[in-house]
């Protein structure tokens, strides 16, 4: 299983991006998929979870700014992010959980300038 992520980028704060990761390979379907991220010094952490049937799960720190999504046809895990600040910059690692294995995406890093 191969995981691609794209879409991030250097944005203002208060601006918004669109992050998206795509699976690939024999799968035939992702029990849960998400999004964790890595700051500079810091420890990679949870950003957002979705089961395939559409449970979801959010770091305290983007509740309300953040939004995951998925589409089981495609394979594909969406995370809208609105409202961002400073503090959420980091490489952005998709991931996705298929029965007891786990898989990472490449980073995509997001910056967000004050």
């Known amino acids: 299983v191969q995981l691609q992520a794209s879409g991030g980028g250097l944005v203002q704060a208060g601006g918004s991006l669109r992050l998206s990761c795509a699976a690939s390979?024999?799968?035939?379907?992702?029990?849960?998929m998400g999004w964790y991220r890595q700051a500079p010094g810091k420890q990679r952490e949870l950003v957002a979870g979705?089961?395939?049937?559409?449970?979801?799960h959010y770091a305290d720190s983007v509740k309300g700014r953040f939004t995951i999504s998925r589409d089981n046809a495609t394979k594909t895990t969406y995370l809208q992010m609105n409202g961002l600040k400073p503090e959420d910059t980091a490489v952005y690692y998709c991931?996705?959980?298929?029965?007891?294995?786990?898989?990472w995406g490449q980073g995509t890093l997001v910056t967000v300038s004050s």
């Open positions: 991931a996705a959980v298929i029965g007891n294995s786990g898989y």
């Open positions: 390979g024999s799968v035939f379907s992702i029990d849960v």
């Open positions: 979705i089961t395939t049937s559409g449970d979801l």
